[in-house]
């Protein structure tokens, strides 16, 4: 079986800073992107970041220049640092493992984690 975990999330005031870690495991063979989505309430789920297994990131227009991603392939984990947060980044933040596949298994799934709650306080 395959586990997407999340963690790092937490209360903030706004201008601060959070950093989310997130670790795929199980028998993985390889993940081609890992992204950060994130939902508010009443609102759809969102793309924050996302970054391929090459390295290449899009980010979500709104949070350009506040958040960074990056990857560690080796552990199969993906970090997000934000950056000058705002009461409007206030969400559950959800991992997406991409074109995931495991080790004696055909074919790549997705895969989410379970989220993690992000509060920005004004």
């Known amino acids: 079986q395959v586990q997407v975990v999340e963690s790092g999330g937490g209360l903030v005031q706004a201008g601060g800073s959070l950093r989310l870690s997130c670790a795929a495991s199980g028998r993985i063979f390889s993940i081609d992107a890992m992204g950060w989505y994130r939902q508010a309430p009443g609102k759809q789920r969102e793309l924050v970041a996302r970054?391929?297994?090459?390295?290449?990131?899009n980010y979500a227009d709104s949070v350009k220049g506040r958040c960074t991603i990056s990857r560690d392939n080796a552990k199969d984990t993906v970090y997000l640092r934000m950056n000058s947060l705002k009461p409007e980044d206030t969400a559950v933040y959800y991992c997406?493992?991409?074109?995931?596949?495991?080790?004696?298994?055909?074919?790549?799934?997705?895969?989410w984690g379970q989220g993690t709650q992000v509060t920005v306080s004004s």
């Open positions: 970054i391929t297994r090459s390295g290449s990131t």
């Open positions: 997406n493992a991409a074109g995931l596949r495991v080790m004696g298994i055909a074919g790549p799934a997705d895969y």
